[in-house]
């Protein structure tokens, strides 16, 4: 279970860079990017093995969040549902109003056309999405990735303080810039709550009008 | 609930959205159409200006963050937080944002583009009406200083229009008619150097001069009215017509701070005034003929109170009006005894305590009065004024004004008694500081002059001042305020109260603004200052060395917004104790300046301690 431990993860991530972080549009304004913002619910926490059960994206375009452009998509074609629904709530009823993964797959693909993809823990949700391209076929990259995970560890550590792993929770992240807490757990609330966070994030750096993407890698 | 396909439902922002007036009265449509066409983003200093100006305009609505609106000049409109909207001046008129936002606390803005804001507005009514009446009220408390305040409220100087006429006294009679003809003003003050002797009306001439075949060649003192009643400058027009009507006289001398005169108020100046409701109340019940009249117009009082506490902007003046309309009662229905049962045997006067003393009287105060008389008076020449005390409290009560349940009336003989009398008790209570004295010197320490003979009343201030500084005193009572503690735990949380039906409350009155009363007090005692009132107190203050500047205001603050909210809470009632606020139904802003006061006063409570009773607890 190499992706429970993203302590280890990140250590190792220098070398495991995928091509585009080393070229992609790093040196553009915050401001001119469009991200989409991404919350996966999944079955377990391996890709190899488990199964994603609902998407949700929601787009960020000149620092402000797009709430009409969210989308929100269950995957009937799951097929093996066993624990999961302890965390996330959803049932086969529930699915079967749903879309096939191929479906909802080629929507993200287009929604990342072009974009930089954002999440909390961004190699797991990744690990899920590359496989899914992988077997579709999908050629689609974003351009970037963020992680808002990652920002917050290394702003806490800038602040020199030592970061415990709980401290980096989403809820616990939001906690520290006020924000209110999400009564509702979806992939969708869990999406919007990331893109918030990251609003958050952005603006206590400093001006969003001069900040270049790649102060956020 | 989650929707799912194209249309994705964000069902946080929905509920926050869908909760918020005017959106909570209309169909879950509009709530579902304000979201979806919706923009977030994060305000921060940084970018306020950037996201205000851009081309497009919107309706802005603040789910996270404080943010104060300031206007072109400078000054805060508004304080915005969660559930406020701004920007839609700009949406209505289509005019440029003239204001800014200044960040308090950065955080998540919901925008609406016009374009969904139009169609919100074609759509719903009742969402038009909404911003269309926000709008109004905007435009008017930003032009609140010049247009909107109420009359009453107004201060004498801005209605004062004619500079002080004025005469030396050793100017003869005619000089001053020449003067008075010249101005073209019915009446002239006599001053010497600078300071207000008297007053020579049109009626003086008449009266003094001609009808009683006076040499129009003698000095002007020798008809003048020595020692005017006056007003200063700083005082409310209300206070004048009080004056005015209260010893029916019509011509009133303004002075400033330095009691240099300024001007005059006359009864013409104010007749325009006069067609509002509480002064017409005032004038009637100062003319009541038979206790059955007082009584049907005392229940206007709470009508009245009810209908002018939503105009008034400064929420003290409440209490005021409802001081000043009893002042009236009692002097009338001393009036209509005297009718009845002959004039009093000898001179008195009447005082009251607490609430009334301290002119922030409510509709749920109790009387505490009580009559002073000469020292002179015959023991058998005590039945009559024990009569008068038990006439006028019983015909109170009938008026609305509930009886003191500590018994502090003047029906209850400790309640009455000559000068001597009065300070020998103050005496007592000063040197033997027992709980119960303690308890006596809250209530009868706040104590003010209504009518009657009032060189008496003086008397009893000029013996108690001569009583002296007791620091046993001052230390019990420095040790009495402390017992009392405000409702704030360690952790900065509210401590509730439980009444019967278990819903948790604050009592803003005994823990909050009673604390305060106390504080300033004790240092008003400390400092010999006479008035009862406690922002008057606070402000004389501002010459002793008692208590710094910033301490003052930061009292003056917390009194005036612990007093909105118990105003707030007594006409809202919302089935709680009286005086009593359940803390969730206040925004968060106001929570946490309800904290933060609860806080400033704790400080001030230790810091009196410290100084009176040396930290001996």
Same mark, same amino acid.
């Given at each position: ?110 929604? %990342? *056309? ?9 190699? /797991? @949700?990744?690990?899920? $999405?590359? #496989?899914?391209? %992988? *077997? ?9 990735? /963020? @992680?808002?995970?990652? $920002?917050? #560890?290394?702003? %806490? ?10 401290? /980096? ?49 | ?617």
């Amino acid at each position: 279970m190499f992706l429970s431990l993203p302590e280890e993860v990140y250590n190792t991530m220098r070398w495991k860079l995928p091509w585009f972080f080393k070229h992609g549009k790093s040196q553009d304004l915050w401001l001119d990017t469009e991200l989409v913002v991404v919350d996966l619910e999944l079955t377990g926490l391996d890709a190899a093995e488990h199964e994603v059960v609902s998407v949700a994206w929601v787009m960020i375009k000149r620092g402000k969040i797009v709430l009409a452009e969210s989308r929100y998509m269950l995957n009937r074609s799951v097929q093996h549902l066993s624990q999961s629904p302890v965390f996330h709530g959803i049932d086969e009823t529930q699915l079967e109003q749903g879309h096939d993964i191929e479906v909802i797959m080629s929507e993200l693909a287009k929604a %990342l *056309e072009g974009r930089v993809l954002v999440c909390h823990n961004i190699l /797991l @949700d990744w690990s899920f $999405i590359k #496989k899914a391209f %992988l *077997e579709m076929g999908i050629v689609t990259r974003p351009t970037q990735m /963020l @992680d808002t995970l990652k $920002i917050e #560890k290394s702003r %806490l550590l800038r602040q020199h303080q030592a970061v415990i792993q709980d401290q /980096l929770r989403l809820p616990v992240c939001r906690a520290r810039y006020g924000l209110p807490n999400y009564q509702n757990h979806n992939a969708l609330s869990d999406a919007l709550a990331t893109a918030e966070l990251l609003l958050a994030q952005v603006n206590h750096f400093d001006s969003e009008k001069h900040i270049k993407l790649s102060a956020l890698l | 609930m989650t929707q799912t396909g194209m249309t994705a439902e964000l069902q946080d922002v929905l509920n926050f959205v869908s909760k918020q007036s005017p959106l909570n009265e209309l169909p879950s449509a509009s709530a579902h159409y304000f979201v979806n066409h919706s923009e977030m983003v994060y305000l921060t200093a940084h970018n306020q200006a950037d996201a205000l100006q851009g081309e497009e305009k919107y309706l802005y609505l603040v789910r996270t963050g404080i943010f104060d609106l300031v206007d072109v000049s400078g000054e805060v409109i508004t304080r915005l937080s969660t559930g406020d909207y701004f920007g839609y001046p700009s949406l209505l008129t289509g005019e440029e944002i003239q204001s800014h936002l200044e960040v308090q606390s950065p955080g998540l803005i919901l925008m609406l583009p016009q374009i969904s804001f139009d169609f919100l507005r074609r759509e719903y009514k009742v969402f038009e009406q909404h911003f269309v009446k926000a709008h109004k009220k905007r435009l008017l408390s930003s032009h609140y200083q010049e247009r909107s305040k109420g009359w009453s409220e107004r201060k004498i100087s801005k209605l004062m229009t004619k500079s002080a006429v004025v005469i030396e006294p050793s100017a003869t009679i005619v000089e001053a008619a020449k003067v008075m003809q010249v101005e073209g003003v019915s009446s002239v003050m006599i001053t010497e150097n600078e300071r207000l002797k008297g007053v020579v009306t049109d009626r003086d001439l008449r009266n003094r001069v001609l009808a009683s075949e006076l040499n129009p060649e003698m000095p002007v003192s020798s008809i003048m009215t020595p020692e005017p009643k006056f007003i200063f400058e700083n005082n409310r027009v209300f206070s004048a017509l009080h004056l005015m009507l209260k010893h029916n006289i019509h011509h009133l001398p303004v002075l400033n701070e330095e009691r240099v005169p300024l001007g005059m108020v006359t009864s013409t100046d104010l007749l325009r005034l006069q067609n509002s409701d509480p002064v017409q109340l005032i004038g009637q019940l100062y003319k009541a003929s038979s206790t059955q009249e007082l009584k049907l117009l005392a229940k206007e009082i709470p009508v009245l109170l009810r209908s002018f506490s939503n105009t008034v902007e400064d929420i003290s003046f409440v209490g005021t009006l409802l001081s000043g309309l009893t002042d009236a009662l009692m002097s009338r229905l001393t009036e209509l005894f005297a009718k009845q049962h002959g004039k009093a045997p000898c001179s008195f006067s009447w005082i009251c305590f607490g609430s009334q003393a301290r002119e922030e009287q409510t509709l749920d105060s109790d009387q505490d009065n009580g009559l002073i008389f000469c020292n002179d008076i015959k023991p058998a020449e005590r039945a009559y004024f024990a009569s008068l005390g038990e006439f006028v409290t019983s015909h109170l009560v009938e008026c609305g004004i509930r009886a003191c349940p500590g018994n502090i009336m003047a029906s209850n003989e400790h309640c009455r008694g000559t000068v001597d009398e009065w300070t020998a008790r103050f005496h007592n209570w000063m040197t033997a500081p027992t709980p119960q004295a303690m308890l006596n010197c809250k209530i009868f320490f706040d104590r003010r002059y209504i009518c009657g003979d009032q060189s008496l009343y003086q008397d009893l201030n000029v013996q108690l001042g001569e009583i002296g500084q007791q620091e046993l005193f001052f230390a019990a009572m420095a040790t009495d305020i402390s017992t009392n503690s405000v409702p704030i735990g360690l952790f900065q949380q509210f401590k509730l109260q439980r009444s019967k039906d278990k819903s948790k409350y604050l009592d803003l009155k005994t823990r909050g603004v009673a604390i305060i009363n106390d504080l300033v007090r004790i240092y008003a005692l400390k400092c010999g200052i006479s008035k009862a009132n406690t922002q008057a107190r606070l402000k004389a203050l501002k010459d002793h060395m008692q208590l710094s500047k910033r301490d003052i205001y930061n009292l003056q603050d917390c009194w005036r917004f612990l007093t909105q909210l118990r105003l707030r809470s007594q006409i809202e009632q919302h089935q709680l104790p009286a005086n009593c606020i359940n803390p969730e139904t206040l925004s968060s802003m106001e929570r946490h300046q309800l904290k933060e006061a609860f806080h400033l006063i704790k400080q001030a409570q230790q810091a009196c301690v410290f100084k009176f009773a040396r930290g001996s607890l």
